[in-house]
């Protein structure tokens, strides 16, 4: 999208936001331009004149953010980003809570580092946050990145990761599992491909080869459980530890999923089965 068609946009939604102050000036003028009616005609034009300029320095901030991106893009390095802390702000941004994070940064061809960064804890990304695993863009030189929510969710496990290959005539999943699928992602990245929910890569031999080789090897490592009995019972899946539970609860409060009486209620209830 163009700079120009964004600021019309956003212009256009400012105004109608802050629509008292055209509505002061229209009037004015309609009036006859009374001096008795001076107070309306100044107060229309301040108040225009701030939709003017919060327009603009919107749309200069997300003018610089999709830059900052298409850079990174270009020469940037695709790092996993360890959630290692989430904390409240007590900040909402339409309705949304903005959380803290601390996050320990490490990825090829630049030195692990420690970073703090504020999002907003949005439904969408409270899987991603949950789970702990980012994906940033970082420039190897400064250390300066963004947050990549369209591979964390890949990354994360919220979106599902399968892969088909014809000539094995099977479906791979490797859904949530992290190491081979950044590295199918930096392969894609190096071969300047997207990443949306389908990605056909048949008209990449070579991308399609290396990223066939890392399914394999992923698939081969995954140790097919041993055959159950026919007459055994259904064995339930692992409860979750007391370290996951309470994790899991820190963020669901941070993210403001639930109220603070239902954290502490729920806190006391694990704390209580130990």
Request: aromatic share 6%; proline share 7%.
């Amino acid at each position: 999208m163009s700079t120009l068609w964004r600021y019309v946009r956003i212009q256009l939604f400012v105004l109608l936001c802050g629509i008292v102050g055209p509505i002061f000036l229209v009037a004015y003028f309609v009036l006859g331009a009374d001096p008795l009616l001076k107070w309306m005609f100044w107060t229309g034009l301040l108040i225009t004149a701030l939709d003017v300029l919060i327009a603009l320095a919107i749309t200069a901030a997300g003018s610089n953010r999709a830059a900052k991106k298409q850079q990174l893009e270009a020469t940037g390095v695709l790092a996993l980003a360890q959630v290692t802390g989430i904390a409240e702000t007590n900040t909402r941004i339409n309705d949304q809570p903005l959380v803290k994070l601390d996050l320990q940064v490490s990825g090829p061809g630049i030195t692990p580092f420690a970073t703090q960064d504020q999002v907003i804890g949005s439904l969408t990304r409270l899987p991603m946050l949950t789970s702990r695993r980012l994906v940033a863009l970082v420039d190897p030189v400064t250390n300066d990145y963004q947050i990549d929510w369209e591979r964390s969710a890949l990354v994360s496990g919220a979106m599902p990761a399968t892969f088909s290959i014809a000539e094995d005539n099977r479906t791979y999943d490797l859904t949530g599992q992290t190491e081979p699928l950044m590295e199918i992602l930096q392969i894609l990245k190096a071969n300047n491909i997207g990443v949306d929910s389908m990605i056909d890569l048949r008209s990449n031999p070579v991308a399609r080869q290396q990223v066939q080789t890392v399914v394999r090897r992923a698939a081969a490592r995954q140790t097919p459980p041993p055959p159950v009995p026919a007459a055994a019972s259904h064995v339930p899946d692992p409860e979750p530890t007391t370290a996951q539970r309470l994790q899991e609860l820190e963020t669901l409060r941070a993210t403001g999923s639930i109220t603070e009486e239902e954290y502490r209620t729920k806190r006391e209830q694990i704390i209580a089965d130990l």
